[in-house]
């Protein structure tokens, strides 16, 4: 095959604004000519961005999906795109537009009307993570050899996903954001965002619409929540040691946080950062938020601690554009697949790794096995075909007699505990998905229909979504590494 280009899209509906880019993507096959085929994206170029969209809403808490639609209908046609052209994008919710009403119904429609492209849903570790590929965050990591915490702050939530020599080490959200306080140019504040109001009471504020407030007061406010953030990123104190803190986080704290060596701002609060710093109230409430001040009184407070403030190389598009460019792995060219089946979305995956002697033939395999299609059934829809991915690691030095093995073990197991599935989805690390495939494929006859694809590393809990084929050979996956707080929710959209 030929190096190939494909068109992406990212979209991003967020608590303030909405953005959408267009961008090509360049797969290249990376290994040598006697190897088995291997593709990766060897490029990336940003085609079309669209202007920055105040988000449309129909209500404080409905999202307006018409207004969204011709939105993302005029961009289009300003890219010269059509929904056909696209082989890969993803769209995301974000911020605290996600806890919109119709947060999920927007997702559908434009998963029906934008293509068939891959659609990735709302998930604030997501979010951050995307938001640290667009910023440059997991770059610089790899350059500096080092850990980089990228902080992406909107409207109504900060999303910190913090990278160790270009591996993300975790996502941790905050209810810290721009529009969170919203006030006009006299100091009257219109509203207060719901939540906030519990770090403003555990840090002894009173703040409610038709309050006036003074420009001290509001940087105040600024103050103390850039330092409760900053104070847990650079190791200073912890949710069980402090209470605004805790009120402040929005889900689960990071499980450890490695030393930053630096820091990085990118979102709303990114851009107004390169501005001019407001110094009386009129000033700061220039969108009638506290945006502004926030951004200035983060620089300031960043200055006090010994991790450097280096510049985002996006700001208000990095998470758009890592939704854009920086979602889509390739699994290929030794899929097996039916290609009527894709593309499928928001499949979660449980994983099972393989020893050498669980492929002994001592019934070892046989009970492990049993064990990961117990936890499927429990924790999915039994009748939701396919219910999940089983993702096979370890596999390496497979030999044939091994091979036939594995699939005969996978496939009375999986028949076992899921009698009316009709597709089986194996996710391979290692390039044995074709064999591995037919293998199954013999013993399922014409139900379950198998989709095995490789070259792609996922983690337990991960869900993944699957593209249509590339040139027959090749399919793009978006894996959503920690893209929700609470697994055991289930299937989610």
Same mark, same amino acid.
């Given at each position: 095959m030929q190096n190939e280009w494909i068109t992406s899209v990212g979209l991003d509906i967020g608590t303030s604004t909405t953005k959408m880019v267009v961008s090509r993507l360049k797969l290249v096959r990376s290994s040598g000519a006697l190897s088995l085929p291997r593709f990766e994206i060897a490029e990336r170029e940003l085609?079309? +961005?669209?202007?920055?969209?105040?988000?449309?809403?129909?209500?404080?808490?409905?999202?307006? +999906?018409?207004r969204i639609?011709?939105?993302?209908?005029?961009e289009y046609e300003q890219a010269g795109i059509r929904p056909?052209?696209?082989?890969?994008? +993803?769209?995301?919710?974000?911020?605290?537009?996600?806890?919109?009403?119709?947060?999920?119904?927007?997702?559908h429609l434009l998963a029906e009307r934008s293509g068939d492209f891959v659609v990735a849903t709302a998930g604030a570790d997501l979010e951050g993570l995307l938001a640290g590929k667009g910023a440059g965050a997991e770059r610089r990591s790899r350059q500096i050899r080092g850990a980089v915490a990228s902080i992406d702050i909107g409207g109504g939530t900060a999303n910190a996903a913090i990278f160790l020599r270009g591996k993300l080490v975790g996502t941790v959200t905050f209810h810290v954001g721009g529009r969170l306080i919203q006030i006009d140019a006299t100091g009257t504040v219109l509203d207060v965002s719901l939540s906030i109001r519990p770090w403003l009471k555990a840090s002894g504020y009173d703040v409610e619409a038709g309050d006036t407030v003074t420009?001290?007061?509001?940087?105040?406010?600024?103050l103390g929540m850039c330092r409760s953030l900053m104070d847990y990123l650079s190791g200073l104190t912890t949710p069980a040691q402090d209470a605004p803190l805790r009120s402040l986080l929005n889900g689960d704290p990071l499980a450890v946080i490695p030393p930053i060596e630096e820091w990085m701002v990118s979102g709303g609060i990114g851009l107004l950062m390169e501005g001019k710093a407001?110094?009386?109230?009129?000033?700061? +409430?220039?969108?009638?938020?506290?945006?502004p001040l926030l951004a200035h009184t983060w620089k300031m407070c960043s200055a006090q601690y010994p991790i450097r403030l280096v510049q985002a190389d996006q700001t208000v598009r990095a998470t758009v554009i890592g939704a854009g460019m920086q979602s889509t792995e390739i699994s290929g060219a030794t899929v097996h697949l039916d290609a009527s089946l894709l593309p499928i979305?928001?499949?979660?995956?449980?994983?099972?790794?393989?020893?050498?002697?669980?492929?002994?033939q001592t019934g070892l395999l046989a009970a492990s096995m049993d064990a990961v299609m117990r936890s499927g059934a429990s924790l999915f829809d039994q009748a939701q075909s396919p219910p999940f991915g089983l993702a096979l690691s370890g596999l390496n030095n497979l030999t044939y007699p091994s091979l036939q093995f594995l699939a005969e073990q996978l496939h009375v197991s999986f028949v076992n505990h899921f009698p009316s599935s009709t597709v089986l989805v194996v996710i391979c690390e290692t390039d044995i998905a074709k064999a591995l495939g037919q293998s199954l494929s013999r013993r399922c006859g014409q139900r379950p229909k198998v989709i095995c694809i490789d070259q792609i590393r996922v983690a337990y809990g991960d869900y993944i979504d699957l593209g249509e084929p590339i040139s027959g050979i090749m399919i793009p996956v978006v894996v959503k590494?920690?893209?929700f707080h609470n697994r055991a929710e289930g299937i989610s959209p």
């Amino acid at each position: 095959m030929q190096n190939e280009w494909i068109t992406s899209v990212g979209l991003d509906i967020g608590t303030s604004t909405t953005k959408m880019v267009v961008s090509r993507l360049k797969l290249v096959r990376s290994s040598g000519a006697l190897s088995l085929p291997r593709f990766e994206i060897a490029e990336r170029e940003l085609l079309h +961005a669209s202007p920055i969209y105040t988000t449309p809403l129909k209500s404080r808490d409905e999202i307006n +999906a018409e207004r969204i639609w011709e939105i993302v209908a005029r961009e289009y046609e300003q890219a010269g795109i059509r929904p056909a052209d696209l082989k890969s994008g +993803a769209v995301i919710i974000t911020g605290e537009t996600a806890n919109k009403t119709n947060a999920r119904q927007i997702l559908h429609l434009l998963a029906e009307r934008s293509g068939d492209f891959v659609v990735a849903t709302a998930g604030a570790d997501l979010e951050g993570l995307l938001a640290g590929k667009g910023a440059g965050a997991e770059r610089r990591s790899r350059q500096i050899r080092g850990a980089v915490a990228s902080i992406d702050i909107g409207g109504g939530t900060a999303n910190a996903a913090i990278f160790l020599r270009g591996k993300l080490v975790g996502t941790v959200t905050f209810h810290v954001g721009g529009r969170l306080i919203q006030i006009d140019a006299t100091g009257t504040v219109l509203d207060v965002s719901l939540s906030i109001r519990p770090w403003l009471k555990a840090s002894g504020y009173d703040v409610e619409a038709g309050d006036t407030v003074t420009f001290t007061h509001l940087q105040e406010i600024c103050l103390g929540m850039c330092r409760s953030l900053m104070d847990y990123l650079s190791g200073l104190t912890t949710p069980a040691q402090d209470a605004p803190l805790r009120s402040l986080l929005n889900g689960d704290p990071l499980a450890v946080i490695p030393p930053i060596e630096e820091w990085m701002v990118s979102g709303g609060i990114g851009l107004l950062m390169e501005g001019k710093a407001p110094v009386r109230i009129s000033e700061t +409430a220039i969108h009638q938020d506290i945006g502004p001040l926030l951004a200035h009184t983060w620089k300031m407070c960043s200055a006090q601690y010994p991790i450097r403030l280096v510049q985002a190389d996006q700001t208000v598009r990095a998470t758009v554009i890592g939704a854009g460019m920086q979602s889509t792995e390739i699994s290929g060219a030794t899929v097996h697949l039916d290609a009527s089946l894709l593309p499928i979305r928001n499949l979660p995956v449980l994983k099972l790794e393989l020893t050498p002697q669980m492929l002994e033939q001592t019934g070892l395999l046989a009970a492990s096995m049993d064990a990961v299609m117990r936890s499927g059934a429990s924790l999915f829809d039994q009748a939701q075909s396919p219910p999940f991915g089983l993702a096979l690691s370890g596999l390496n030095n497979l030999t044939y007699p091994s091979l036939q093995f594995l699939a005969e073990q996978l496939h009375v197991s999986f028949v076992n505990h899921f009698p009316s599935s009709t597709v089986l989805v194996v996710i391979c690390e290692t390039d044995i998905a074709k064999a591995l495939g037919q293998s199954l494929s013999r013993r399922c006859g014409q139900r379950p229909k198998v989709i095995c694809i490789d070259q792609i590393r996922v983690a337990y809990g991960d869900y993944i979504d699957l593209g249509e084929p590339i040139s027959g050979i090749m399919i793009p996956v978006v894996v959503k590494t920690l893209a929700f707080h609470n697994r055991a929710e289930g299937i989610s959209p």
